[in-house]
């Protein structure tokens, strides 16, 4: 362009000019071409320590008290500042029932409910997981008082738990209600023991007094003696009530002088009291431990009343339902029922009471469930044979993520991996289908290829509701909960979910407003949720939902509930008083009332953390052994950064990182583009080029 100008333009001018219109020409074509630039970055990471701080009120509750209040805080701000912050990452969290970030050393408050030190490790477990943990501090007092057992939740744990003992191991000077064996639900007018266990500690001997109370009167009042050499005494009571719904009573053991607390010398108990009990007929087809696996749940909770009818030879029973009315029973369960040998008239008696009383029922279809006898129950089952195949195949239960979302779903999020992983059984070959109304929410699985052979079904249609389970030696499903968690709940939970969704009616309200349970405790949220329908069922959102709330003193606060979702509502009140709450709710829409809504709540308070007041040495030890950590006392605390500064999990890790950068956010290179096409334009300009 400038081979014209060699008379016009020095020599280096033109030079100067071509190479900025070079440079010009090539940042362009590169922005053309849109290229990216990527670059490679050393990244040091500093090792991670996450203190875990038990804040329950237990923490204060022994003779070394004022060591924790004020001498605690100081080491707890030392043991802190022992750290550089740009050497070591040290996270601080408090824990009662949940975990909470950004604990301060000196605004320590110890005035959690509850203490959950399972639960703090799994949390620090999963937040820090694939990033640099090399180790964890848990000071406690070792009394934990919810969830599982400690012990279970460091299996797997990488990192070494050092731990902190605070308080005191030995027995407290103190009189507490130790247990109270009670139901929770009770019958109208049905007597119902209470068992309460006392137990003394730092007193030569005493005579106590152990009463029961109501809201209203002392029902019942007992004396106990206890003495050095027999700290431990029970109590029994009998209580007979008379009004359905939910009903509180107290029982207070007297106080001794100088006690370490008085909160643990009175416990609340909350009854449910029901009018009667729920009634189930079991049918089987012979004696099986699926059976005693359903007999065994049933006997934990009081709500049911079972009667089994087991075929021992053809049309005959062990016990015979001749001898009852099946118009009593509020649910059937047929397991491997009918068979050959059934007797084919009751069968035809359990589906016209099921036809003409709307009945639910239970299908536990097994090897020996005749198929062809089945067929009079076809119409109210959720699942049905094309075509009778009398063998049998082993599988495993694949339950599908959306079962979460129906009502019968109410465990943790690892219930639905427990049950998947749960020992195998027999399902029927058959081909069964659903019908259009029934809910498939688990199939079966073989030789770990997932299949659309439908195991697990519900049915809600025409105001009848059934369950069908294709599968034979569920028993095992039940041992396997026991293996796993330590306890039968697991299964026995699914079972009761399942028969309270079938035989609790449809609320046909089209306004509801309820608290999520009838019994708080006062450490936790109150929570309110209500729903509101239309004539055709249908939700409706934008409505003005007040709630009004009468305390036990009598007073009343207005409240109103808040639309989370679209036609969702939602209310949470916190730090409401011990005692019995009424509730009135009232509904409106552009100044239309849409329903009203009452009922009753109560709040609990939690002695909890007043019952066990001695130290737990030996969990802490425990903790720290299996870990490869490491046990102190908390006045030793100073020493500890020293001894966890000389591990080799607590070393800086190096990562590289690579980052991706469009040509187009290097400002600098646009700013150098337009400044070489100012600079040559300004040039030319004089030079008379232009």
Not at 484 to 496: I, K, V
Not at 616 to 627: S, Y
Request: hydrophobic residues 35%; contains cysteine.
């Amino acid at each position: 362009m400038y081979r014209g100008t060699r008379d016009m333009l020095p020599t280096r001018v033109r030079w100067m000019l071509s190479a900025f219109r070079f440079l010009v020409l090539c940042i362009v074509g590169l922005l053309l071409l849109q290229p990216v630039i990527t670059t490679m970055s050393k990244v040091s990471y500093p090792p991670i320590i996450a203190l875990l701080q038990d804040e329950s009120e237990s923490m204060l509750i022994h003779k070394d008290s004022n060591f924790v209040r004020q001498e605690y805080p100081q080491l707890l701000s030392e043991f802190v500042q022992a750290f550089n912050p740009d050497e070591y990452q040290l996270d601080l969290y408090g824990f009662g029932p949940e975990l909470r970030h950004g604990l301060q050393p000196d605004s320590l408050t110890f005035d959690q409910t509850g203490t959950d030190i399972a639960k703090a490790i799994q949390d620090v477990q999963r937040l820090y997981q694939n990033q640099n943990l090399g180790a964890v501090v848990l000071i406690s007092d070792g009394i934990s008082t919810a969830g599982t057992n400690p012990i279970y939740s460091i299996e797997g744990l990488r990192q070494p738990v050092y731990t902190v003992l605070v308080g005191d191991t030995t027995p407290q000077r103190d009189v507490k209600i130790k247990e109270v064996l009670f139901n929770e639900i009770a019958y109208l007018n049905n007597e119902m023991p209470i068992r309460v266990k006392v137990q003394m500690n730092g007193y030569e001997q005493a005579t106590l007094s152990v009463s029961l109370r109501s809201t209203e009167k002392v029902l019942e009042s007992r004396q106990l003696r206890l003495t050095n050499n027999l700290p431990q005494g029970e109590v029994s009571f009998l209580i007979k009530p008379e009004t359905v719904g939910l009903q509180q009573y107290e029982v207070r053991v007297s106080r001794l002088q100088n006690e370490i607390t008085y909160r643990n010398n009175s416990r609340k108990l909350f009854v449910n009291v029901m009018e009667n009990r729920l009634k189930v007929a079991l049918f089987g087809g012979s004696p099986h431990p699926d059976v005693g696996a359903l007999v065994k749940a049933m006997q934990r909770d009081e709500r049911y009343e079972l009667q089994p009818f087991l075929l021992r030879a053809p049309g005959r029973y062990y016990e015979s339902p001749a001898n009852y009315n099946l118009s009593d029973f509020d649910l059937f369960i047929l397991h491997n029922f009918p068979t050959t040998s059934a007797d084919r008239n009751m069968l035809l008696q359990i589906a016209e009471e099921i036809k003409e009383r709307k009945v639910p029922v239970m299908f536990f279809v097994g090897k020996f469930t005749d198929l062809r006898q089945m067929q009079p129950l076809y119409e109210y089952m959720g699942l049905t044979p094309k075509g009778f195949n009398l063998r049998s195949e082993e599988v495993i239960l694949n339950f599908s993520p959306e079962y979460r979302q129906h009502s019968t779903y109410t465990f943790p999020d690892d219930w639905i991996q427990w049950a998947n992983n749960a020992p195998p059984i027999f399902r029927n070959r058959s081909n069964w289908e659903a019908k259009s109304t029934t809910q498939v929410f688990a199939t079966a699985k073989i030789k770990n290829i997932a299949l659309d052979y439908p195991v697990y079904a519900l049915q809600n249609h025409l105001g009848r509701k059934n369950m069908v389970f294709l599968g034979e030696n569920f028993w095992r499903m039940r041992a396997h909960s026991y293996v796993e968690t330590e306890s039968f709940d697991y299964f026995d939970e699914w079972l009761f979910n399942n028969m309270q969704w079938l035989m609790v009616q449809d609320d046909q309200r089209r306004f509801i407003v309820e608290p999520s349970k009838r019994l708080f405790s006062g450490s936790e949220p109150t929570i309110f949720k209500g729903q509101v329908y239309d004539d055709s069922y249908k939700p409706v959102p934008g409505v003005e939902i007040r709630l009004n709330l009468r305390s036990p003193d009598g007073k009343v606060n207005d409240y109103y509930l808040n639309e989370i979702d679209e036609a969702q509502y939602f209310l949470e009140l916190n730090n409401l008083t011990e005692g019995t709450y009424s509730y009135t709710a009232e509904g409106s829409k552009n100044g239309r009332p849409l329903g009203t809504d009452r009922g009753q709540f109560s709040i609990g308070k939690s002695n909890i953390e007043h019952f066990n007041l001695q130290a737990n040495k030996d969990l802490m030890e425990q903790i720290a052994l299996r870990t490869g950590g490491e046990f102190i006392y908390a006045r030793e605390l100073g020493s500890l950064p020293t001894r966890l500064k000389e591990l080799n999990t607590l070393v800086p890790t190096t990562d590289f990182k690579r980052q991706k950068t469009d040509f187009f956010e290097f400002w600098w290179i646009i700013a150098l583009l337009l400044t070489m096409l100012g600079v040559e334009w300004v040039v030319r300009k004089l030079y008379s080029l232009v």
